[in-house]
């Protein structure tokens, strides 16, 4: 059975630093781009991130440009997102996803997998 399980998470005081990861087992890992979101309570799942299927292709959200990285290990099956200079409005549960998409603007439209999300707190 198919599985995305991020961890990662947890409190951080602004500016400090987080790495998620997203574990992926179950499936083919390398016939998806992988995704990174964040849902703050009462809003919609953003994208924040993607990345290719072999890893050189790369997407940011406005918000998460010059201070997360997205990357993925295709050897360990496993995606990543470096969050630096964390700000409290980069509170929110953070999901990753694996997405049929090979246009990086469009993942989330095709998603196969979604992970069950870790919570991201940065108190002022």
């Known amino acids: 059975q198919a599985r995305l399980a991020e961890s990662g998470g947890g409190l951080v005081q602004a500016g400090g630093s987080l790495r998620l990861s997203c574990a992926a087992s179950?499936?083919?890992?390398?016939?998806?781009?992988m995704g990174w979101f964040c849902q703050a309570p009462g809003k919609e799942r953003e994208l924040v991130a993607a990345v290719s299927r072999n890893g050189t292709g790369l997407y940011y959200a406005d918000s998460a440009k010059g201070r997360f990285t997205i990357s993925r290990d295709n050897a360990k099956n496993t995606a990543y997102l470096q969050m630096n200079s964390l700000k409290p409005e980069d509170t929110a549960v953070y999901y990753c996803?694996?997405?049929?998409?090979?246009?990086?603007?469009?993942?989330?439209?095709?998603?196969?997998?979604w992970g069950q999300g870790t919570q991201v707190t940065v108190s002022s």
């Open positions: 996803a694996a997405d049929a998409n090979v246009d990086l603007r469009r993942v989330g439209t095709r998603v196969s997998y």
């Open positions: 179950g499936l083919t890992f390398t016939r998806y781009s």
